[in-house]
């Protein structure tokens, strides 16, 4: 037997590594799952990041195990959300943090301990504020679609183009301003980074979030913001934590983090409908946990070495073009084009048939074709995921 799995290439390990001594397609890897089972929905191979509309992340063994033990007692919620900041706090190096329902409700949290700071009628006012100190400034580098949070809040979101506009838009009615981790990867000139953000802010006396919910990896950004004197910084508990995707962390100054949370669950204000059960709690915490001791480079050489494994598979189909290449966040993705004249689809159309085959395979599409990332890779889908890209091209190139 050593010496029939010797004479094999490893792409048609396949079947053996999922499905025992046998075909792969006997007992398709993605063709049986407890969503199809119970509602009648494939699931996906993912050659993407961590993507909230397509489920996220995967929660390691022991934060499961941790989420299933804190199932079999009650606590006292407010104690529980307490000890929690204290541990958020402690590995962001920073004054106090909350768990919550995910980065958006963090942000949205965060805009209204900007406007209500612990006065109770002001609490009890959200969304609609009465007095003028509602405003939040937004620069336009720093604008993405979930900033609409500070407006669920209440504020009056204001955008301004530049640092210029930034300055002359403060005054009295400044309660926040909102600021993006991910600009700082920008290479537009005059570009505001965080840090400018946060030492306007600081001069000023305006509090300022920064939303990094994406910014793991690298590790460094739990502390980066905070440590940068950041009043108030997102993260999400999903994504790189790979907790559970419905919470999020809101880490920074003690008074806010404290107006933070009287406006959250299980007070019936603001933040009430964004309720974090106490296994989802536990469950963040011990990914932040088990997160802090990893061994980031080994991880991340992991990931690198399933992506030149795609590459490697993939560079002898006709016509195809894959590039193994590191990308802004550090690690390594493989970038797919192809010659439409040896492989006659758009984009596009590879995706949608791609994304309808068996099993079906999601990545970022573009107009000229893909990129695939493999950090959401469970060990041995990357022989999966090339074996049944390189079955899809050959296929197309031959109806040429």
Known sequence: MLDVFKK????????????????????????????????????????????TIYGGSL????????MTEANDQFVDMYELNAAAGRRIAEVMKTEAGLVTAGSFSAMLLGAAACLTGKDPARIEALPHPTWEKRECLVLKDHRVVYDRAYRAAGMTLIEVANREELLRGMGAKTA??????????STRPGVVSPKELIEIGRKAGVPVLIDAASELPPAASLTRYTEMGADLTVISGGKGLQGPQ??????????????????????????????VGKEEIVGLIAALNRYVDLDHETVIETWNMKARYLADQLKDVPGLKPVYRVNAYGFGDMRL????????????????KLMSGEPRVLY??????????TRCMKDGDEILAARRLREFFLAEARKV
């Open 364 to 373: 970022y599409e573009d107009d000229e074709g893909g990129t695939f990332q």
């Open 176 to 185: 926040m301003l909102g600021g993006l981790a991910s600009v700082e990867r």
């Open 59 to 66: 929660m390691p063994a022991e934060v499961l195990r941790a």
């Open 337 to 352: 084009t192809w010659d439409r004249k040896v492989i006659p689809l758009t984009g596009q159309e590879a995706f949608r």
């Open 246 to 275: 419905s919470t999020g962390i809101l880490a920074g100054r003690r008074d806010l983090i404290e107006a933070a949370a009287l406006n959250h669950a299980p007070n019936a204000n603001i933040g009430r409908g964004m309720k």
């Open 8 to 51: 094999l290439r490893r792409r048609d390990l396949a079947g053996f590594a999922f499905a025992g001594i046998g075909s792969a397609k006997t007992k398709p890897l993605y063709g049986e799952s407890i969503y199809t089972r119970l509602l009648g929905v494939k699931p996906l191979l993912t050659c993407r990041g961590h993507t």
